[in-house]
């Protein structure tokens, strides 16, 4: 069987997508907020890191910032493999969607 991302991991890996560059915990979570799904700062780490085991997700040690105290956060960037599945899963979704419209009809 292929590897699949659960439903959690492909929105997850989506808002990993759609920060580029400054796809990090909080900046992941608060673009899962406003897309109607709230989640848990532990529930997003939790994902990420099965993200990370998929290879669907690498992370880097961001420069410290002024901002941050001086510390330095843990970001994150889509792999070719993890946008590779994300394509699958939109494939899934299409042809199970066009077969839902043709029964509603």
Sequence with gaps: MSERLSGLEELVLLAVVAAGDDAYGVSIRDRLERAGQPSSLGTVYAALDALQRKRCVSAT?????????????????????????LASAAQVRRHLRTEAKAAAH
């Design 61 to 85: 040690m961001s420069a410290p910032t002024p901002m941050r105290g001086g510390r330095r956060k843990k970001v994150f960037l889509a792999t070719k493999h993890g946008r590779t599945l």
